[in-house]
């Protein structure tokens, strides 16, 4: 038997058809991508939300991500599919991509910060289930160290005289709004196996696959715990330098230093490097404060708690710059934004996006909701519906009245939600706001005016936007001299999308 299983191995190892569960953020670009890239091979996305499957198979994909479209239509229907036909993709296929959601933990032991497993682990038992044969699974979700090693243990509880299932992890580094370029030029594609013959023989068949347009050298081969790891750090690693910028803009804003200036030069050092030092009103995403309090949970677990209380600390800044450009907007307003018009502009995590996972926007839209705001956002990429759900979760509205209903107003564009506004907010730095006609905006506001630029995607037009009547607030750095006086407030309170809620509402 050990010989069959040995052959068919030898036989599969090119890989022909791929199956992918999960047609999320990573799973829809990651496929579509390959298969761009390797015409012969056959990919099948599936997924158990109909809509969105639909979605993938129309003219209007589910997620907004720069050149996807364009990729989507020249493979789809010839060598990329979309289907909710889980069981069939899982037999027919020969490697088996596992991009499913997970989420940090709002319940349980872990609440908070551990990664919720469920959906990877049903995916597990799935595929056992109804597989044969020889199969590669591959994890590509954003999972904690060591859930490999779960997976394997789900298939060798239930093992088949007929079945060799390896399992590999494959993190996914792609950035959206750029992941099709990401994916098509990577910095390094990570694959980790098992160190046995029967591992490494999987690892060598999935870099086949990369190596249809991937330089072999930056090809990067380890064992499981190091491929799950490295993806913890690293994300850990690019929201450690966000929040180090953000807690000097702290210091440039009570200084009279300018932040820019300083992220410049610190970056102009060849050692620092010039990425990722770019001050904001806070990071967001999927990925970022997940993998940190990934990583502090798993460094609490091993008992290394002077390392988990270093990388809370990240977690930590990007709260307080969230509470300070919020506190700032509140006491500017005369200590009230009760009644008052807010335009909100951008609900994306960042641009070229329309993912609003984590995004800041929601944390800012919280706080001035809480103060009895009127918020009338716009964003060109974020949905509607999207918008209203994120402003429903029960950490945000928790009146049983609708909160979200009654005081918040999605517009159409930028005119329209700063048409007889006390302020502007603006959140996401899409490009299109530079292009404003603020003079015409300025006119049609109450006096006076405020522009909070939470994404210093302004910075040109500072001097032109005073010269019209605007008081100019931005991050790290003092702009207007003689503000209109303020009286100071408390402290904005904490909260976090993923605890759970105090009490439920009726949405």
């Given at each position: 038997m050990e010989q069959q299983l040995r052959n068919l191995t030898e036989a599969m190892f090119e890989i022909k058809k791929i199956c992918c569960i999960g047609a999320g953020y990573v799973g829809g670009p990651t496929c579509s991508v390959i298969a761009h890239m390797c015409p012969e091979i056959r990919i099948t996305v599936v997924d158990v939300n109909q809509a969105r499957i639909e979605a993938w198979n129309s003219n209007t994909l589910p997620i907004y991500e720069p050149g996807l479209k364009e990729v989507v239509e020249l493979c789809r229907g010839k060598n990329l599919f979309f289907s909710t036909d889980i069981d069939k993709a899982i037999q027919e296929s020969d490697l088996i991509f596992i991009s499913v959601n997970t989420p940090t933990k709002v319940y349980g032991m872990g609440k908070g910060r551990a990664a919720d497993l469920k959906h990877i682990e049903s995916c597990a038992r799935r595929i056992v289930a109804v597989s044969n044969g020889y199969k590669i699974v591959t994890e590509k979700?954003?999972?904690?160290?060591?859930?490999?090693?779960?997976?394997?243990?789900?298939?060798?509880?239930?093992?088949?005289?007929?079945?060799?299932?390896?399992?590999?992890?494959?993190?996914?580094?792609?950035?959206?709004?750029?992941?099709?370029?990401?994916?098509?030029?990577?910095?390094?594609?990570?694959?980790?196996?098992?160190?046995?013959p029967e591992g490494q023989e999987a690892v060598q068949a999935l870099c086949a696959v990369y190596e249809h347009w991937v330089p072999k050298n930056k090809i990067i081969t380890t064992n499981t715990w190091s491929s799950e790891l490295s993806k913890l750090v690293s994300n850990a690693f690019l929201a450690q330098r966000i929040s180090s910028i953000n807690s000097i803009s702290a210091l440039c804003e009570a200084t009279g230093?300018?932040?820019?200036?300083?992220?410049?030069?610190?970056?102009?050092?060849?050692?620092?490097?010039?990425?990722?030092?770019?001050?904001?009103?806070?990071?967001?995403?999927?990925?970022?404060?997940?993998?940190?309090?990934?990583?502090?949970?798993?460094?609490?677990?091993?008992?290394?708690?002077?390392?988990?209380?270093?990388?809370?600390q990240v977690i930590d800044m990007n709260d307080y710059q969230r509470r300070r450009f919020a506190s700032r907007i509140i006491d500017c307003l005369f200590n009230t934004a009760t009644d008052k018009k807010i335009a909100l502009l951008g609900f994306a995590f960042k641009k070229d996006t329309g993912d609003t996972r984590e995004s800041s926007s929601i944390?800012?839209?919280?706080?001035?909701?809480?103060?009895?705001?009127?918020?009338?956002?716009?964003?060109?990429?974020?949905?509607?519906?999207?918008?209203?759900?994120?402003?429903?979760?029960?950490?945000?509205?928790?009146?049983?009245?609708?909160?979200?209903?009654?005081?918040?107003?999605?517009?159409?564009?930028?005119?329209?939600?700063?048409?007889?506004?006390?302020?502007?907010?603006?959140?996401?730095e899409w490009d299109e706001f530079k292009l404003l006609d603020y003079e015409l905006i300025h006119k049609n506001m109450l006096k006076p005016a405020f522009i909070f630029d939470g994404r210093r995607v302004l910075d040109e037009l500072h001097p032109k936007l005073q010269k019209l009547g605007f008081q100019v607030e931005t991050i790290g750095k003092k702009i207007t001299v003689q503000r209109i006086p303020f009286t100071p407030t408390a402290e904005v309170p904490k909260f976090s999308l993923?605890?759970?809620?105090?009490?439920?509402?009726?949405?």
């Open positions: 979700s954003t999972v904690p160290v060591r859930a490999a090693e779960s997976i394997r243990r789900i298939f060798q509880s239930n093992i088949k005289p007929d079945l060799n299932l390896q399992v590999l992890s494959n993190p996914e580094f792609l950035a959206e709004g750029t992941a099709v370029n990401d994916l098509k030029n990577p910095d390094r594609v990570l694959i980790g196996g098992d160190d046995t230093a300018d932040v820019e200036d300083v992220a410049c030069a610190v970056g102009m050092d060849h050692r620092i490097g010039s990425k990722f030092l770019k001050a904001s009103v806070g990071f967001g995403g999927s990925c970022f404060q997940k993998d940190v309090l990934n990583l502090v949970y798993l460094c609490e677990a091993l008992n290394l708690p002077e390392v988990a209380q270093y990388w809370q944390y800012i839209s919280k706080y001035l909701l809480d103060e009895g705001a009127n918020l009338h956002i716009f964003d060109p990429k974020v949905r509607k519906e999207q918008i209203i759900c994120d402003l429903s979760h029960p950490s945000i509205s928790q009146e049983a009245s609708g909160q979200a209903s009654r005081l918040v107003t999605i517009c159409n564009d930028a005119y329209e939600a700063c048409d007889r506004a006390h302020a502007i907010v603006i959140c996401t993923q605890e759970p809620p105090l009490k439920k509402v009726k949405l």
